[in-house]
Structures are given as structure tokens and as C-alpha cells.
């Protein structure tokens, strides 16, 4: 190949970044045989590649008019433009491509991919519906076992899976590649589970023929039906609603086309998330919590310590007047005792109400040694009553914790007392952690008062309409 030719290629490459008809023109007139030049430039790619993935429409078009060959020319990975334009999502070039060799559409590339595959994975839906209306062939091509419907679900194009759902149907008036399986053996419905994709667990469900093998107990490879592969994810909000859909509780959506007779039952959901709620077995969320509790103990254990060699006022100092005894007491007229060096002063001023800070700091220093004890003997955080004398000690521990705060609150104001205050502060800080305290107690003993239930095998009467089905790992650890 002569320089002249070398240059002229040149600039045709340069002209397809552009999308210069004007300049492709004007090289063809000069040399008419400059395609036929091209395999043998360094180039991995031809003009017509660059021109479909830029989406330079007029010049694709003209391309294909002075050399059809072009649309069957692969790259250095062996793609060809369709590849390229149906990747980006070029509607209009992936049309003219199609139209004038309709061949590529089941080329496969160095990773064994399609056209199709390329629009699937990126969720060009348009795509999609053209490729398959040109080339029906291409929805039943896999990719290392999986079929367009799994990459729907692995890429999580859930806009995608409906298009090629509706086609389908279109064509065949039956949705056979749901019974497909990848290389798992599992079908979309199995996968989509697996990956929490609520929505389109949701979709799926809504076709009578995909929710009819659901419950009849459609097994992949495994042997697992779909409400086996439930119970095994993790368990959190999505899995929740998953499982509510396949128990028949959570009502699917409309698909349009596909009639449905269920209902949203806003109720049973609020209820669900209930039994979510008490029926929590995240042992290892509960095994990470020992260190933080056991540090929270410590905490409160040194704060009440500081608390008693602290107390409000501080403590009688002793004598430093000459001649005097520096531990010598104080006597009143009758001789009684009235301080001596070393005493809090706030025994002295109010016996009563020092003998009650004492005993809320006292209180609360010994439970919050009693959980540092619980959480530092080892005994595992996965069995309920464990879980509840930490709850309930927990809720003492922090009371008393303020109790105290509140009495020395009182104590160095002496306007007002703990039970009779003039003010809103201390009556407005019981009332708010009085309720708080209420309903973590509530929460606690419900949890507590379920996991019996469900230990003695006595389903609650009020789950007897199935609204949810509980974990069975969950009940096990329990």
C-alpha cells in the first residue's frame, strides 16, 4: 500500500470520529477502491465501527451504501458494528445494520456474546425490541448457559425482562424460556430471588404461569424450591417482602396484559414487619453488640464510682486554724454531731435527699457490674432469655443512672425538690424517659413472650392467616 493510500485511510478514520459524509464523498471520488484497502491498514477497527458506536447515523448510512461487506467486518474482538450500536443504544444505525445483513445479529464475539446480549446488558429496551423483531433467533441464544431472561435478572433490567417477556408471549403465546436454567440450574424466578430484586420478584409473580409453578414447587438443581432459596438469604426488609409475595400475603402489581385479582393489603404488611420485628435471630449482628454493651457498662460503672468520691457540694475540709484539731468535728449546743472532715456536705444539708442519691448511684453501679459480668463470662448472645435479662438490666441500669442525675440536679438547686418542682425540667425529662422506658419494655417482653411461643411449638392466633412464615435457621438458633 502506497503512502498516498496510507494518508487517504488516514483521514477516513478521522472522518468517521467526525461524521463527515462531505469528506467520506471526496475520498471515494479520488480513490474508488479505498475499502479494499482497509484490512490491510493497522487499524482494529473499521471506519463503519467507530461511525456505529459514535452514532454518526448519515455517515453509517452511507458507508453501508458504498460497501455492504463493511457490516460483516469483526474488530480485533471479533465484534461487529451491530455489537458496537446495539451497546450504545443507536436505534436508527442498529436498524440499517440489521436491514442490510441481518447475519451479525447471532455473531458471537471473543466472549461468546451477540448483539442482543450487549443490549440487554446495558438495558437498551428499543434495542432489544428491534434486534428480536429483525432476528427472532437471537432469544434463544445462551451465553455460557444463561439465557436473555437470566441477564435480565443478573444486570437487574427489570424494564428489559418485561420487553422481552411481552415478546414472548407475542410470539409464541407461552413464556417458555422461564423454565430455563442457567448454569446454576436455577430459573429467573430462583435468581432474582437470590439477588433481593423486589420489584422484579414482584413482575414475576404477576404472570399466572410463573406464580403457578411457584407454588406448585418449581426446584432447580438443587432440589430447592423458590420458598427454600427464601429462607436461606439473609434475612432483612427485602427478604421480608419476598417472602410475603410468594406466601400470597403481599399482592403483586398489574402487568399490562396479565390479569391479577390480588389487592394491596396495607395491614398485612404493617403486620408482617411486626413479626419481623420480634422474631429477630441475627445472632451475629447480637454476637458484635457484646463489645459495645460491655463497653457502655463500663462506662456507666465509672461514671456512678466518680459520682460517690464526688458528690454535689463536695466533702467537709478539715480544720486549718491554729490551735484547732484538723480532724475535729463540729457539735451543736446539744453536742451532737453535726460534720466532720471527710463527709459529704450534702448529708450533712439533707440527709434524705443524699440518701437517696446514694442509693440510685448504688443501684446503677452494681447492675451495670452485673452486665459487665453477664458479657464477660462468655455465655452466647443467641438464646433469648440471655438476650432479655441484658435488655431488662440494660433499662434498669440507665433508670437509676437517671435517677441519680435528676436527684443531684435537685440537690444542688435547693428551691425544689426531685418529686415537687417548680420548674418543667426535671418533671418534663421524667415523663419523656418514663415512655421511652415503656416502649423499649414493651418491645422487649413481646420478643421474649414470642420467642415462647414459637419454643413451645404455639403459633400465635393471630398469624394463623399465614401472614408471614418465620425463618427456620431463626427458630433453630433459638
Known amino acids: 500500500m502506497s503512502q498516498q493510500e496510507s494518508d487517504q485511510i488516514s483521514i477516513l478514520y478521522e472522518a468517521s470520529k467526525k461524521g463527515d459524509v462531505s469528506m467520506l464523498k471526496s475520498l471515494v471520488r479520488e480513490n474508488s477502491q479505498i475499502f479494499h484497502k482497509i484490512s490491510l491498514s493497522d487499524f482494529a477497527e473499521t471506519p463503519l465501527h467507530i461511525s456505529s458506536s459514535l452514532g454518526h447515523r448519515e455517515f453509517t448510512e452511507q458507508l453501508l451504501t458504498l460497501n455492504r461487506k463493511l457490516a460483516t467486518e469483526l474488530d480485533c474482538s471479533n465484534r461487529t458494528a451491530l455489537h458496537l450500536a446495539s451497546a450504545e443504544g443507536h436505534i436508527e444505525i442498529v436498524r440499517k445494520l440489521v436491514e442490510t445483513d441481518s447475519d451479525p445479529c447471532l455473531y458471537r464475539d471473543d466472549k461468546g456474546r451477540i448483539p442482543l446480549y450487549y443490549a440487554v446488558m446495558r438495558g437498551r429496551v ?8 429483525l432476528k427472532p433467533q437471537s432469544l434463544d441464544v445462551r451465553d455460557k448457559g444463561e439465557t436473555m431472561f437470566h441477564l435480565c435478572i443478573k444486570h437487574n433490567r427489570l424494564e428489559t425482562l418485561k420487553a422481552l417477556v411481552e415478546l414472548e408471549l407475542r410470539t409464541t403465546g407461552k413464556l417458555l424460556n422461564f423454565n430455563s436454567t442457567d448454569r446454576a440450574e436455577n430459573t429467573i424466578l430462583h435468581s432474582a430471588i437470590m439477588l433481593k ?5 414482584r413482575y414475576l409473580l404477576s404472570i399466572p404461569e410463573v406464580r403457578q409453578k411457584a407454588a406448585a414447587g418449581l426446584k432447580n438443581k438443587l432440589g430447592l424450591t423458590v420458598h427454600d432459596i427464601v429462607e436461606l438469604v439473609p434475612d432483612d426488609f427485602k427478604t421480608l417482602e419476598i417472602r410475603g409475595m410468594l406466601n400470597g400475603t403481599e399482592p403483586t402489581t398489574s402487568t399490562p396484559g396479565i390479569k391479577t385479582t390480588h389487592q394491596r393489603n396495607g395491614w398485612r404488611k404493617i403486620l408482617g414487619l411486626l413479626v419481623h420485628i420480634l422474631s429477630d435471630n441475627d445472632t451475629k449482628r447480637l454476637e458484635k453488640m457484646r463489645g459495645n454493651l460491655s463497653l457502655v457498662a463500663t462506662m456507666i460503672a465509672t461514671i456512678t464510682f466518680q459520682a460517690l468520691i464526688n458528690p454535689p457540694g463536695g466533702f467537709v475540709q478539715q480544720a ?12 451543736d449546743e446539744e453536742n451532737y454531731v453535726l460534720a466532720c472532715p471527710g463527709k459529704a456536705l450534702s448529708a450533712v444539708k439533707s440527709s434524705s435527699a443524699f440518701r437517696r442519691y446514694q442509693r440510685y ?3 446503677c453501679f452494681i447492675g451495670s457490674l452485673c452486665i459487665t459480668l453477664i458479657l464477660v463470662s462468655g455465655v452466647p448472645l443467641r438464646h433469648k432469655p440471655v438476650i432479655w435479662v441484658l435488655s431488662v438490666g440494660t433499662c434498669i441500669t440507665l433508670t437509676f443512672l437517671t435517677l441519680t442525675y435528676l ?7 435547693p428551691n425544689f425538690s426531685l418529686l415537687d418542682s417548680p420548674t418543667r425540667v426535671i418533671s418534663g425529662s421524667l415523663l419523656f424517659w418514663f415512655g421511652m422506658l415503656g416502649i423499649v419494655a414493651v418491645l422487649s417482653t413481646l420478643r421474649f413472650a414470642f420467642w415462647l411461643k414459637i419454643r413451645r411449638g404455639k403459633k400465635p392466633n393471630w398469624l394463623s392467616a399465614n401472614v408471614l412464615s418465620f425463618p427456620r435457621s431463626g427458630i433453630q438458633n433459638a
Do not use: H, K, Y
Request: glycine share 6%; aromatic share 6%; net charge negative.
Open 407 to 413: 436527684q443531684a440536679l435537685s440537690m444542688v438547686n
Open 197 to 201: 430484586q423486589v420489584e422484579t420478584v
Open 126 to 133: 428499543e434495542v432489544v425490541r428491534e434486534l428480536i423483531r
Open 320 to 331: 486549718v486554724a491554729p490551735g484547732e484539731d484538723p480532724f475535729g468535728c463540729l457539735f
Open 361 to 363: 448511684n448504688t443501684i
